[in-house]
Structure formats: structure tokens, C-alpha cells
């Protein structure tokens, strides 16, 4: 089976540039997550969605970014305009409701923002 | 407002002793902890698991200690393996599938 999918891996792009993140969650799966990795904050929950409906947005850090789940198998995250503080590692992650808490993630997007 | 801490960024130890990764936190509403590991370049991946009625859960090599009165918990590998070395985030919820994580620890284990 096809593990949760990302893309682009890596995105290098200049301040004030739009970015977008892509992610397919694993089939069946009714709950998709956006996490950020940074060294000092470790793994930061963005914005998560059941059934393509989005439940807590408290972690999206400014309304520059913005996460859509048009359907249960496709998720994005928008950075609109990018500035270098939003260089960090941006996972997906999926599970499935009944699951207790174990999330399968993506392999991540490398995001550098000159 | 880090409410699961992991205070040692990284952690060396030879291959076949334990290897003691901690985690701390702050919320007394956290009822489910999680260990993850991540290798350069992939997502985390899940290790293990304990409920808070719980105070010790083993898997192979793996276990999870749980101390509820301290807001503690340990992960201990025994006997550590060179492919153990990886990052291991510590992880816990208080609500079914919101999960905070911690910084990560980084745990290199030397042949």
C-alpha cells in the first residue's frame, strides 16, 4: 500500500513568493494533519481535518498560511507571501478514526525561503 | 508554551548498552503517550505506546515507562543497535488524535 505522499520534496522559493505543499493521505484515512519541524519547536501541529472538514487550526501561525481538504484524498497548505522564518521541514500525517493516536506521515517538504 | 519537553537534543551510546531517552511534560490532562523515530530524510514513524492506566509497556527491545506523579516517561532500548540511531520524538494527547510532540532527541549509538 502507498504510504501518505508529499510533494514537492524539497521547494526553494524567494520572500514574498507564493508556496504551496502538497499531500495525498493514505486511502481510508479520515483524519489529515500539517505539521511543521523546526529545531527549536520540534514538531508543531498546524491545522488538522476530519472527513475533509477542518476541526483546530490554533497552531497555523498567521494568516499568511492557509490548509484546504477539497476531498479525502488530496490536502493543501499555502504560504501566501513566504518569508525566511518559514524555512523548516513541513510533514503530513494520516490516520484513521478508532486508531488511537498512531499517525502515518509523509516524508516531509524541505521549504527554503530566500 | 512547550507542554512535552525532551531536554537532551542528543544522546551517544555504545552499541549493546541501554540507551534511556526522557520526556517530561506539563499537561495533566495527557492520558496517551507516544514514542516516534525519525530518520534523516523520512517521516516519523511510530514506536510504542502507553495508556495512563498503564505504568510500563515493552516491545522487544523497546520499553515505555510512565511515571504519572513526576509527568515523566522514559524510552529505554536494550541492547542499543547501530540503526536505532535516529531522532525519537515523544509524543502525547489529551483528546483523541490531537497529538503535542516534543523537540527530539537525537540518538547516535557508535559501533
Known amino acids: 500500500d502507498a504510504g501518505v505522499i508529499q510533494s514537492p520534496r524539497h521547494e526553494v522559493t524567494e520572500m514574498g513568493q507564493e508556496v504551496t505543499l502538497r499531500c495525498k493521505p493514505i486511502?481510508?484515512?479520515?483524519?489529515l494533519f500539517w505539521y511543521r519541524q523546526t529545531m527549536m519547536r520540534g514538531l508543531e501541529l498546524l491545522i488538522y481535518f476530519n472527513n475533509n472538514v477542518p476541526i483546530d487550526d490554533s497552531g497555523m501561525p498567521e494568516d499568511r498560511f492557509s490548509a484546504k481538504m477539497p476531498n479525502a484524498s488530496f490536502s493543501t497548505l499555502k504560504i501566501q507571501p513566504s518569508e525566511p522564518r518559514d524555512s523548516a521541514v513541513y510533514f503530513c500525517?494520516?490516520?484513521?478514526?478508532?486508531?488511537?493516536?498512531?499517525?502515518?506521515f509523509g516524508p516531509g517538504t524541505r521549504l527554503t525561503v530566500l | 508554551d512547550q507542554q512535552v519537553k525532551q531536554n537532551s537534543p542528543s544522546l551517544s551510546v555504545q552499541e549493546g548498552r541501554i540507551s534511556i531517552l526522557n520526556c517530561d511534560y506539563t499537561n495533566s490532562m495527557f492520558d496517551y503517550f507516544l514514542w516516534y523515530k525519525k530518520y534523516p530524510a523520512e517521516g516519523p514513524t511510530f514506536l510504542i505506546s502507553?495508556?495512563?492506566?498503564?505504568d510500563k509497556n515493552e516491545d522487544g527491545r523497546f520499553t515505555v515507562f510512565l511515571n504519572k506523579s513526576a509527568k515523566h516517561l522514559s524510552l529505554h532500548i536494550v541492547p542499543s543497535q547501530p540503526g536505532d540511531s535516529a531522532v525519537y520524538f515523544c509524543a502525547a494527547s489529551a483528546t483523541h488524535q490531537k497529538v503535542t510532540f516534543g523537540t527530539g532527541t537525537k540518538l547516535q549509538v557508535i559501533p
Open positions: 486511502s481510508g484515512h479520515d483524519y
Open positions: 502507553i495508556s495512563s492506566i498503564k
Open positions: 500525517a494520516s490516520t484513521i478514526s478508532g486508531g488511537r493516536d498512531e499517525q502515518f
